[in-house]
């Protein structure tokens, strides 16, 4: 007696997992992961991820991931001739071509050295710039920018996060802040 199964002329699929092609709503990029889908599309809507130490917005999980990693002074890179630290590779690569004295860029203002073309632009944006308008409402100190007195503010008057100094115990939010205490505290060293 005859199967009445048909029989298959190509051999079985593979049971490998389909790939998945979701696109996003908004401008039709294509993902393969539900996840990477919803953090794309949060960008368009501007929706972020936000910090719950310090506040700052990142549009993905794997950002704000790494900036948490800051605050719990927890390190993958640590530059070899200053005290500077960094979650990026690059970051850290960029960072240590920055102590090549023929990669460094000059600002045309004052001669101040710069790293990176992205910090001598910051830099330029404040150069020569006499006036401190923003007021620090606790102490009474000024800023010549808004981001420096918030910076300020929560370093001096928030929370006790950030970055310390192992001889004196100062704290600092930035990591570039501590670098340059670290500096004068130890005289060079």
Same mark, same amino acid.
């Given at each position: 007696?005859?199967?009445?199964?048909?029989?298959?002329?190509?051999?079985?699929?593979?049971?490998?997992?389909?790939?998945?092609?979701?696109?996003?709503?908004?401008?039709?990029?294509?993902?393969?992961?539900?996840?990477?889908?919803?953090?794309?599309?949060?960008?368009?809507?501007?929706?972020?991820?936000?910090?719950?130490?310090?506040?700052?917005?990142?549009?993905?999980?794997?950002?704000?991931?790494?900036?948490?990693?800051?605050?719990?002074?927890?390190?993958?890179?640590?530059?070899?001739?200053?005290?500077?630290?960094?979650?990026?590779?690059?970051?850290?690569?960029?960072?240590?071509?920055?102590?090549?004295?023929?990669?460094?860029?000059?600002?045309?203002?004052?001669?101040?050295?710069?790293?990176?073309?992205?910090?001598?632009?910051?830099?330029?944006?404040?150069?020569?710039?006499?006036?401190?308008? %923003?007021? @620090? *409402?606790? !102490?009474? =100190?000024?800023? &010549?920018?808004?981001?420096? +007195?918030?910076? #300020?503010? /929560?370093?001096?008057?928030?929370?006790?996060?950030? %970055?310390? @100094? *192992?001889? !004196?115990? =100062?704290?600092? &939010?930035?990591?570039?802040? +501590?670098?340059? #205490?670290? /500096?004068?505290?130890?005289?060079?060293?």
């Amino acid at each position: 007696m005859k199967s009445l199964r048909p029989t298959m002329a190509s051999p079985e699929p593979s049971k490998q997992k389909q790939r998945q092609e979701l696109p996003c709503i908004v401008c039709q990029k294509v993902f393969t992961s539900p996840r990477n889908l919803k953090e794309h599309y949060n960008r368009h809507k501007g929706e972020t991820y936000q910090c719950n130490i310090c506040e700052k917005g990142f549009a993905t999980t794997g950002g704000l991931r790494e900036h948490v990693r800051q605050h719990e002074n927890k390190f993958r890179y640590i530059c070899h001739m200053c005290p500077a630290q960094f979650n990026f590779k690059s970051h850290y690569e960029a960072h240590v071509r920055g102590h090549e004295p023929e990669s460094c860029k000059k600002c045309p203002t004052c001669d101040k050295q710069f790293a990176s073309s992205s910090n001598l632009l910051k830099h330029k944006m404040i150069c020569g710039v006499q006036e401190k308008l %923003f007021e @620090c *409402q606790i !102490c009474d =100190k000024s800023f &010549k920018t808004q981001m420096y +007195l918030k910076v #300020h503010e /929560k370093a001096t008057h928030g929370e006790k996060s950030g %970055f310390q @100094c *192992q001889k !004196c115990g =100062k704290r600092y &939010k930035h990591a570039s802040s +501590l670098s340059k #205490h670290v /500096k004068r505290c130890t005289g060079g060293k």
